[in-house]
């Protein structure tokens, strides 16, 4: 059971704009979401994360924002760059659980 | 500062063949420890976790095992590959704090 659903498989944006990317999540016991970003053939590595004590955090051009009654998350960037295509995964997890549940991406093409 | 290795960086096997993938940590201690598979066009799927030596949690039934020798090396394995074994398999590990972090990853291909 898919608990973090990333519905939009892909987005393409123009270099400059804002790229948004939306997650949604089943389980109202997750407090805590992370960002992931993933190039071809790399690990992922850490972007961004919120606790859900909050319902904004930013770091540069990246802020997440996130809907605990929607039970919805999204990150913004801002302005996006060449740089940041990419596939990046939402993640979630549970207070005292080492695991994290992740959705199935999205893949961010930035065109020049 | 922590780095994480993983190899070899890609494989590929026959079906029926053993597979042996190997993680390892530097710059921590007592790390926890996670295999995860990316299949093609899919997310990531955790495939086992380990907060400590020998102390391995499996989460979904499987071709594969994993085991935990020392510290800071977490080893994937099969005996018997299928082709539904093909993917991306990442190790990642996780201290005190939320983030988990991941290896290069390896590709294996089992035809």
């Known amino acids: 059971d898919q608990q973090v659903k990333q519905n939009s498989p892909s987005l393409s944006v123009q270099e400059g704009r804002i790229s948004i990317l939306n997650c949604d999540y089943t389980n109202s016991m997750f407090d805590y979401f992370l960002w992931y970003k993933k190039y071809p053939a790399e690990g992922p590595t850490f972007l961004i994360s919120?606790?859900?004590?909050?319902d904004k955090n930013e770091d540069g051009r990246f802020t997440v924002f996130l809907n605990k009654s929607a039970k919805h998350l999204s990150l913004h960037i801002v302005p996006s760059q060449p740089g940041d295509s990419a596939v990046y995964f939402c993640?979630?997890?549970?207070?005292?659980?080492?695991?994290?549940?992740f959705g199935a991406g999205t893949t961010v093409t930035v065109r020049a | 500062s922590q780095t994480i290795h993983q190899w070899p960086a890609t494989l590929v096997q026959p079906v029926g063949s053993p597979l042996s993938l190997e993680c390892t940590v530097e710059?921590?201690?007592?790390?926890?420890l996670y295999w995860y598979r990316q299949a093609a066009g899919r997310g990531l799927q955790l495939l086992f976790y380990s907060v400590g030596i020998g102390q391995i949690s499996s989460e979904v039934p499987q071709n594969l095992s994993a085991s935990r020798p020392q510290d800071r090396q977490f080893i994937l394995s099969s005996k018997k590959l299928l082709l539904s074994d093909s993917g991306f398999y990442l190790c990642a590990w996780s201290g005190s704090g939320d983030e988990q972090f991941f290896g290069p990853g390896t590709r294996l291909t089992v035809l």
């Open positions: 710059g921590t201690s007592n790390p926890n």
């Open positions: 919120i606790s859900s004590i909050k």
């Open positions: 993640a979630a997890r549970t207070t005292n659980d080492y695991k994290l549940s």
